[in-house]
């Protein structure tokens, strides 16, 4: 399979610890972006790297929230102390270019107990 | 900011039906796409829209962009089951070209 790969599929965790997402873009697309998203509503924009750096972060990304792409490949979404307020699905994306088609992966479900 | 509204936000239709959804920016787009995820899923990619007044058709499926490129439209002709999900726009804004805006979705359900 050759499309947008996450890990893990499923994390339950209790409030206050540390989670980290990765994905694993399709080859070659330089870029990769984080979406999250919640019930019933649609993907929310967290941020976006051309290649290893990280050019846009939005608001809803506080200060909990890392994500780094080292090589320019995979990237990881970092997540401590962990609130209910967190319980997601955290997806990722990539693209080859600006403009261009993205390719969403299966998705990251965070849920915080 | 840049917002995205669509609806209806539920839709439910006998199969056999049509089906539409509506999709309307508060700025102007430089292009939109549309996403189809189906429950427990991710969104899929479906088509891409340009240019102004553009319709492009895929099978049962119809995709407009507006004229002045704020809005957009999906049409299905005769509903099957397997068209059950939620359809979502997603739109660029013009001048800014690195994040798609997602919209509020339409769930459609097909009763048989």
């Known amino acids: 399979d050759t499309g947008v790969s996450q890990d893990p599929r499923h994390k339950i965790t209790k409030r206050g610890q540390n989670v980290t997402f990765r994905c694993d873009p399709i080859?070659?697309?330089?870029?990769l972006y984080w979406y999250r998203q919640t019930l019933g509503q649609g993907p929310e924009f967290l941020t976006y790297?051309?290649?290893?750096?990280?050019?846009?972060k939005s608001r809803l990304l506080s200060d909990r929230f890392s994500a780094e792409r080292p090589k320019g490949s995979f990237s990881t979404l970092e997540i401590q102390r962990t609130e209910q307020g967190d319980s997601a699905m955290y997806l990722c994306?990539?693209?080859?270019?600006?403009?261009?088609?993205?390719?969403f992966g299966e998705g990251s479900w965070l849920t915080v107990v | 900011g840049q917002q995205v509204m669509q609806i209806p936000q539920y839709q439910h239709v006998q199969e056999g039906e049509d089906f539409t959804t509506y999709c309307n920016s508060s700025t102007t787009l430089s292009n939109i796409q549309w996403y189809k995820q189906r429950p427990g899923g991710h969104p899929v990619f479906l088509i891409q829209l340009v240019k102004s007044g553009e319709v492009k058709k895929q099978k049962r499926l119809t995709f407009q962009f507006g004229e002045a490129k704020k809005n957009s439209s999906l049409h299905i002709t005769a509903t099957q089951n397997t068209d059950v999900g939620t359809y979502f726009c997603a739109g660029l804004r013009s001048g800014a070209t690195n994040k798609l805006i997602f919209g509020t979705g339409t769930l459609l359900a097909v009763q048989p």
């Open positions: 080859s070659e697309h330089n870029r």
């Open positions: 994306a990539s693209s080859l270019f600006s403009g261009n088609t993205i390719y």
């Open positions: 790297f051309q290649n290893e750096a990280q050019l846009e």
